[in-house]
Every structure is written in C-alpha cells, then in structure tokens.
C-alpha cells in the first residue's frame, strides 16, 4: 500500500507524529516548546504553574516534523483541585501521543515528583525521551548523569534557553517518530501536488496553439496560407523569407463532425544548423522560432519531401520535445515525393531511432499546395493535445504502478532494495509525475525509462513527452 489511502477518491491523510513534554513545573517545559517551534507562544516564567492547558505547535528538528504539545506541569495534588485537574489534562495528553519527551532540571538533580513522574511513564506504552534541561556549562552535568536513575534511558543534556543540545534531542526522537514524519510530510506533498494538477486540469483548454517549425523551404508559410485560403505569409522559393514569428487567431471547421475548432496558428523563421547561421538578423530569427515553441501547445515539425528527414529535423525535434510540447511530423510536398511508401516508412524508422524517448510520433503526409491530408493533421493536433492535457485519476495511476512493479522489480543493486512506494500526476500540459520511495539515486535510467514507456503504453499517453521526478528520503538519517 502506499503512503495514504484513498477513499472515493479523496485523499485520507496519516497523523502527524505527536510528542508530548511532561515534568514537573518550572523545569523549562514551555521554553523548549517555544525552541522547538521557532516562536515564543507558551508564557515562560520562573513563577511555577504558569502553563495551565495543553498548547500545541508545529516543530521542526533538522528536517524531522512533528506536533509538539507542551503540558501543565505535573503536580501531586488531588484530582479535585486545579494542580490535579491540570494533571489530569497532562495524562490525558498521552494518548494517542507518538512520543513523550520528560523534562527534568539537570541543575536542581532528580526530585520525588520527578521519580513519581518516571514510575507513571513506564507503566505507559509510549516511547519516552528523558531530556535534562538547563545543562549548560559545568552546573548541570551531574544532574544529567543522575537522569539515568529514572531507568527510561540514557538522558539528553541540552539547553532549551540557549539552544545547546538540540541535535542530540533530534537523535533520541528520530528512531521513534523519524518514519511516521517523513510518512506524514510525503502524504502531505502527495495532497498538494494533486489538488495542484486538479486545478491546472479545470483551467479552460482556449484556442489550440500551434507552431508550424522547420528548416528553411520546407514550405511553413505556403501551408498556413493554404488552411487560410488566402495569401497572408509572403513566400517565395528563396529560403528565410520569414523572419519573426507570426501568431493568426482562425477557426477551423472540423469536416468529421463539423465542429468549429479556435486555432492560433504560429507561423516560424526557418531552424537552420548553428555554424550555418551567420547573419545577426538570421540568428535574432532562429531565437524567435525558439520561443515561439515555448508558447505553443502543440507543434508541428514540417519536413521537405524532396529532401526527407535531415540531421536537423532531429535536433530541432528534441528541442521541442526537451521543451515538454506535443510534437507531430508533417511530411511536405507529398504531390511531388518520390516512391512516396518507402519515404514513409524510411521516415517512420528513422525517427524512432533518432527519437528513442518518443515512439511512434504521428506522421501526416500533406500537401501544402493541393491541401492533402491538412484536416487530418489538425485533427491529429487536437488529439494530442487531449493527451497532453490528460489528468488520470490516482487510483487508476497507482494501479497500474503496481501492476508495472510487480511486473518487473526494481533492481536491488549491491544488494541494497530498491522500493518504490507511490506515484501521483504533479501537472499537465505536459504530463509531469511524482514517484516516492527510497534509494531512489540507485535506480537506473533503464527503469525510469520503463515506467515512463509503462505511463505512455498503459495510461493514453501515446507520444506526448512524459516528465518523471524521483523524490525520495531527504534526512541523511533515514533508514529503510
């Protein structure tokens, strides 16, 4: 199972490790609350009794997260009166705690009330943590050595008023509560990280952006002149007519269902090789066709029939791709290509190879002087914008995560087990996912790239670049 459980599909969340601090009054039980949490909220006085209820907060020990309660101080006084009635509150404190921390004054030595207190807490099943308080310089070393006697442990000499010993009381709490934090912060990471992707999912899908890239000549401008039936884009056979990026906002009527689509169609300078680019003005272009692919949604990469798939292509290909946008290969200039299958399929192959991290890319032969296949194009852009919007529920996700890890185990490299405990769906456009688990900096590129192939395969989405994080244990004193 994984970090929380999911009900209806809302998200039911682990308790937070709680840790009460019981003692007697005036042993400085406030004063670490207030350390611990980073702020002065309980009332600290050398008057004692001045904490009367319980008072939570939340403290944080190099990374370890937990609740902290301070307590009234513990009195031996009859349940009938407020010093027993505050006692009483104290005890209740205890249940459901995942940890009890007992202070006790290093310079003033153990007490009876403090060796009341100590035979109370063994009686009890939570974990307890003695801290002898006020130890700073030489005065309250013996009455630290002198905790020992309480038999629950070796005490933690610190100073609550001076912040001395806080990393000691980080090493006794952590085998106690160091899981059930981390279990608690992952889930409270996991909660955020959908209602996030939840929320980017309801924003409005607006016109469709699409970018039309390529080399120079591959014949950009005369295609979005011909979806617009009008000569809007100088062209021209001289390659790099097009210098900016140009955005037109038009409608497409989809001819399947007869729908009208909004499209903002960007129309790009030509991406020629680096060393081939010389001209100031040439290279200010090729920057702009490269933030034009920044604010498309989907982008089509248009190749010259008469010259095939190019070194080029591919690297422009990448860049989109690297870019996290949807890409799709349009073959141009179909009504003059040559043995027109084997060009096909020897451009399908050719890109499967070169682009390894996306398989199976669509591939449209058009024409952007007859107006072939262009509508099949568009609807292939919409539908891969769907993918690229796609949210899965994360019961279905961790389903198939499951699945997958039962599948094909992770590696357990020198011996040491891999574990993957949970995936969520961080974002999308593009889809962006969050695995949890530990030892995760052991797990090979091979594996990441077979739950990625999984996520495409088994979860709808197709070609579209996936994005993976890894997140695992951050304390360097974790242990699995």
Not at 203 to 223: D, Y
Not at 374 to 390: C, H, N, T, V, Y
């Amino acid at each position: 199972m994984g970090v929380c459980a999911h009900l209806g599909g809302i998200m039911s969340l682990p308790k937070k490790p709680e840790v009460v601090i019981i003692g007697r009054p005036n042993v400085g039980k406030s004063t670490l609350f207030n350390r611990l949490v980073g702020k002065k909220l309980a009332l600290v006085d050398d008057q004692p009794g001045v904490t009367r209820d319980r008072r939570m907060g939340d403290a944080e020990i190099a990374g370890l997260k937990f609740t902290v309660v301070d307590t009234a101080g513990w009195e031996d006084e009859d349940a009938h009166t407020l010093p027993g009635r505050m006692r009483m509150q104290t005890e209740a404190s205890l249940e459901g705690a995942d940890a009890a921390m007992f202070v006790v004054d290093a310079r003033a030595g153990l007490t009876p009330l403090d060796e009341e207190i100590a035979r109370y807490l063994r009686e009890q099943s939570v974990p307890v943590v003695v801290v002898a308080n006020k130890a700073e310089g030489k005065g309250g070393e013996s009455g630290a050595m002198e905790a020992y006697a309480l038999g629950l442990g070796e005490p933690l000499a610190m100073s609550a008023e001076h912040g001395e010993g806080i990393a000691d009381l980080f090493g006794g709490l952590w085998p106690i509560i160091g899981a059930a934090s981390e279990e608690w912060e992952e889930a409270e990471e996991i909660a955020r990280l959908e209602a996030a992707a939840m929320a980017e999912e309801d924003r409005p899908a607006g016109p469709l952006k699409l970018a039309i890239v390529g080399r120079p000549n591959a014949g950009k401008s005369t295609l979005i002149n011909r979806l617009l039936g009008e000569d809007r884009l100088l062209t021209g056979p001289e390659a790099g007519i097009t210098r900016d990026s140009i955005a037109i906002d038009w409608n497409w009527t989809d001819p399947k269902t007869g729908e009208v689509r909004e499209i903002r169609l960007i129309d790009t300078a030509g991406m020629r090789k680096k060393k081939n680019v010389t001209e100031k003005l040439e290279k200010l272009s090729v920057a702009d066709a490269r933030r034009a692919v920044d604010f498309a949604e989907v982008v089509v990469l248009l190749l010259d029939a008469t010259q095939g798939l190019e070194h080029q292509d591919l690297k422009i290909a990448s860049h989109v791709l690297e870019e996290g946008r949807a890409l799709m290969i349009a073959i141009n200039k179909w009504d003059v290509a040559e043995d027109a299958s084997k060009l096909f399929n020897g451009i399908r192959g050719a890109l499967d190879d070169g682009l390894a991290q996306v398989r199976g890319l669509p591939l449209f032969a058009v024409s952007a002087k007859t107006g072939k296949g262009l509508d099949q194009m568009l609807g292939g852009a919409f539908e891969i914008r769907e993918a690229w919007s796609k949210r899965v529920s994360t019961a279905a996700l961790n389903r198939w995560f499951d699945d997958a890890l039962e599948a094909n185990p992770p590696p357990a490299p020198g011996g040491k087990r891999i574990k993957l405990r949970y995936i969520t769906q961080a974002g999308t456009r593009p889809p962006r996912f969050v695995i949890f688990g530990s030892r995760l900096d052991l797990l090979p590129t091979s594996y990441e790239r077979y739950l990625v192939n999984g996520i495409r395969a088994k979860l709808g989405f197709d070609a579209v670049p996936v994005r993976v994080t890894l997140k695992t244990n951050k304390n360097p004193y974790a242990k699995d």
